[in-house]
């Protein structure tokens, strides 16, 4: 599987971007798919999470539940993450990430993921 992902910019605090994370690979909808973030000189941040199937159930870090809200389209095989409000705090490189699954687990650090976007910088200026 590989995952591409796209959207990140500049945007002023209080503004929105949409990330996108296209994977290959045939079996897209059996994956767990997350976003997560890292700021220069910090760790690896969850951000959200979505679980297979369609819509999947989400998942949200405590920084952006109420502001974010990540999605799936199966068929683009595609995830989404939808930024809203937009701190100065939100700054970081985003990546996309996929495991295989199974229906009840729930997957939210990055050891549990296998394979990972190349990262989208995200810049929210004050």
């Known amino acids: 599987v590989q995952l591409q992902a796209s959207g990140g910019g500049l945007v002023q605090a209080g503004g929105s971007l949409r990330l996108s994370c296209t994977a290959t690979?045939?079996?897209?909808?059996?994956?767990?798919m997350a976003w997560f973030r890292q700021a220069p000189g910090k760790e690896r941040e969850f951000v959200a999470a979505?679980?297979?199937?369609?819509?999947?159930?989400?998942y949200y870090g405590d920084s952006v539940k109420g502001r974010f809200a990540i999605s799936r389209d199966n068929d683009k095989k595609t995830a989404y993450l939808q930024m809203n409000s937009l701190k100065p705090e939100d700054t970081a490189v985003y990546y996309c990430?996929?495991?295989?699954?199974?229906?009840?687990?729930?997957?939210?650090?990055?050891?549990?993921?296998?394979?990972w976007g190349q990262g989208t910088q995200v810049t929210v200026s004050s």
């Open positions: 690979g045939p079996t897209f909808s059996r994956y767990f």
């Open positions: 990430a996929a495991r295989p699954s199974i229906i009840t687990a729930v997957y939210l650090t990055p050891e549990e993921y296998h394979y």
């Open positions: 979505v679980s297979r199937g369609s819509p999947g159930s989400t």
